[in-house]
Structures are given as structure tokens and as C-alpha cells.
């Protein structure tokens, strides 16, 4: 039995990163330059020289620290801290901000309440035509 560390599979992380950021092969492929049977590859190795990974970290839209690092656990603490202020732009999608500047919920019931708006005016539109013609 090996009791030693295990030996991280970047083709893995390159997989997971990539099914998580919604991404089919296909997709990586054309953002890449290259075909899909290439990412299905570079997918199933346990190495991938610097340069290579540099290419893939930049399709994926995260640094080459993330795709070397990339754990389940990572992605789990990654979103926990998401809300948290003190950790917008650190991370493993560092490049991506995390910080919202409004309340989303704010948005959609400005929306929301525009859209009443509109829909009362022209309501009251209507009933001045439908008067004027009475």
C-alpha cells in the first residue's frame, strides 16, 4: 500500500476547472486554437509543460496557480468567502472580481417597479383614448 502524498493530475484540474466555469471541450478547444480531441489529451495527462498551461489558464480565465492547485475544497472555500469583502480579488480566480457594488435584489425591484410604471401609463393612456372616443 503507498502511504505517500499523491501525485496531482492536471489534466484533472484542467477538466473540472473547465465543467465548472461551464465550458464544453469544444469551447476550450476554439479558445485555444487548437482541436478538441487536443484538450481531451492534454485532459487525461499528468503533466503539461509551462508554456501549454499558460495557454490553457488563459482560455479558462484563471491563473496557472489555480489549474497547478485546483481542489474541491478550494472551489467550496472559494464560494463560502464569496460575500466577504476581505478576500474580493484573492483566490483562485483572482482575475474575475467577487465584490458586487449593489445589491442585486436592489435591481430587480427597480426593474420591477419601472415596469408598473410603464404598464399604469399606458393603462392610463388607453382609458383617455377610450374616453375621447366616447
Known sequence: ?????????????????????????EALAEAMGVSQQTVSILEGSDEIEEQRLAQIARALG?????????????????FNTFYD????????????PTHCTFNPLDKVVELYERLVKSEKDRADALDKLLKAKQ
Open 1 to 25: 500500500m503507498n502511504t505517500g502524498t499523491k501525485r496531482k493530475h492536471i489534466g484533472r484540474n484542467i477538466s473540472r476547472i473547465r465543467e465548472l466555469r461551464g465550458m464544453k471541450q
Open 85 to 96: 469583502n476581505s478576500t474580493a480579488g484573492n483566490g483562485m480566480f483572482s482575475n474575475h
Open 62 to 78: 484563471v491563473n496557472v496557480e489555480a489549474l497547478e492547485n485546483f481542489t474541491e475544497e478550494s472551489v467550496f472555500n472559494y
